[in-house]
């Protein structure tokens, strides 16, 4: 049972990156699943939530419009598209199984992650 | 957005020791609240979830309670595996919010 993220490195400010997701152990086509960062040093920010069917979607604020999370449940992937990357967005991407049954938030399974950086 | 934070920042305990972190939501989350522990340069791991249910595999030593605005996370006996940092978490509403952490080591 494991989630091991790929993709993540070092890209100007303005640039874009597309990180994915393998799942593989459990039953990906009936979990729901989230993106959550951790800049170097910080804590935990949640940034995005996508159910099993796709069907709903949820982002934070700070990335509402820029990032885009989809899933292939053929593929067992989760993927995060982030465009206009910001320096604020440096930090540690993890994705994450969501165990709740009702509202979703409870993130009982963890990637490695994958470290982006936006430089100039 | 939903507030949480945390006390202490940061301790040091004796190996044994009953250890307490406190974390507070700035508005009533029921108990829609989560514990996990990360090590350095590691993943998070949940620890606790609704506040008092302990996750599979993880040892009776951790334990949670509280509801509404204030929960408290407790290592009853404090072993040398369990230096990490750790954070509360609500899953009540969106966005998703944690608490800023709490640096756990040995004295």
């Known amino acids: 049972v494991q989630l091991v993220e790929s993709g993540g490195g070092l890209v100007q400010p303005g640039g874009s990156l597309r990180l994915s997701c393998a799942a593989s152990g459990f039953t990906f086509s009936t979990s729901n699943m989230n993106w959550v960062r951790q800049a170097p040093g910080k804590g935990l920010e949640w940034v995005s939530y996508i159910s099993n069917s796709s069907r709903t979607i949820y982002y934070a604020d700070s990335v509402k419009g820029r990032f885009t999370i989809a899933r292939d449940n053929a593929e067992n992937s989760l993927y995060l598209q982030m465009n206009s990357l910001r320096a604020e967005d440096t930090a540690v991407y993890y994705c994450?199984?969501?165990?709740?049954?009702?509202?979703?938030?409870?993130?009982?399974?963890w990637g490695q992650g994958t470290l982006v950086a936006v430089s100039s | 957005d939903i507030q949480m934070t945390q006390s202490p920042s940061s301790l040091s305990a004796s190996v044994g020791d009953r250890v307490t972190i406190t974390c507070q939501a700035s508005q009533d989350i029921s108990n829609y609240l989560n514990w996990y522990q990360q090590k350095p340069g590691k993943a998070p791991k949940l620890l606790i979830y609704d506040a008092s249910n302990l996750e599979t595999g993880v040892p009776s030593r951790f334990g949670g309670s509280g509801s509404g605005t204030d929960f408290t996370f407790t290592i009853s006996s404090l072993q040398p595996e369990d230096i990490a940092t750790y954070y509360c978490?609500?899953?009540?509403?969106?966005?998703?919010?944690f608490g800023p952490g709490t640096k756990v080591d040995i004295k």
């Open positions: 994450a199984r969501d165990a709740a049954t009702i509202g979703g938030g409870e993130f009982d399974l």
């Open positions: 978490q609500q899953s009540d509403d969106l966005p998703f919010t």
